[in-house]
């Protein structure tokens, strides 16, 4: 079945359809993540995969923001979000709010394991998933706090892909395990 644009993009879900999300355990923190259509494109992912919340931190732009409102085509209205100055202190409020956290950093690091060799069994289980700068990455503080750094294979000459492609490729293979 294929789906003309007006079916492919809800201007604005009504209440009801809202309540009737069953939102998943997923928490998508952004580390300082500058590019609003960064931003708005992981409010989009957060509304494909019914995440619980997007935090956002640091340097990050919230909304309303017509740039992110571009990207986000108004999922940021209703995707729940909160915004942290210091992604720290984020996370370290959701380790305080869900005693079975797992933090999970998307990072190309010494200490990253491959994609496919992620090896959570996510039942049950609230995951933060953490995506960082655009240039720097995820910050050294949070690298240490992370239960596991996982890196997505680059085969070509390219050895990164955009923020929001590297949560969105992730969060899918999670969802895989659920």
Not at 25 to 33: E, G, K, M
Not at 38 to 54: H, P, Q, T, Y
Not at 122 to 150: F, K, N, P
Request: hydrophobic fraction near 45%.
């Amino acid at each position: 079945m294929k789906l003309n644009a007006k079916q492919l993009r809800v201007a604005k879900p009504s209440a009801g359809e809202l309540a009737k999300i069953e939102r998943k355990p997923i928490y998508i923190v952004l580390d300082n993540v500058l590019d609003t259509y960064n931003i708005g494109s992981i409010f989009r992912l957060a509304d494909a995969v019914a995440a619980k919340e997007i935090i956002l931190c640091g340097g990050s732009e919230t909304p309303p923001s017509s740039r992110i409102h571009k990207a986000a085509v108004g999922t940021e209205t209703w995707v729940p979000w909160r915004y942290f100055s210091k992604t720290l202190e984020a996370l370290k409020l959701l380790k305080e709010e869900n005693k079975e956290l797992k933090i999970i950093v998307v990072e190309q690091n010494e200490k990253s394991i491959t994609l496919s060799d992620l090896p959570l069994n996510l039942r049950g289980r609230s995951i933060a998933l953490v995506v960082g700068h655009e240039t720097e990455g995820v910050s050294r503080q949070v690298l240490e706090m992370a239960d596991v750094i996982v890196e997505i294979p680059m085969f070509g000459v390219n050895k990164s892909l955009n923020v929001h492609v590297s949560a969105a490729v992730v969060l899918y293979k999670m969802l895989e395990r659920v």
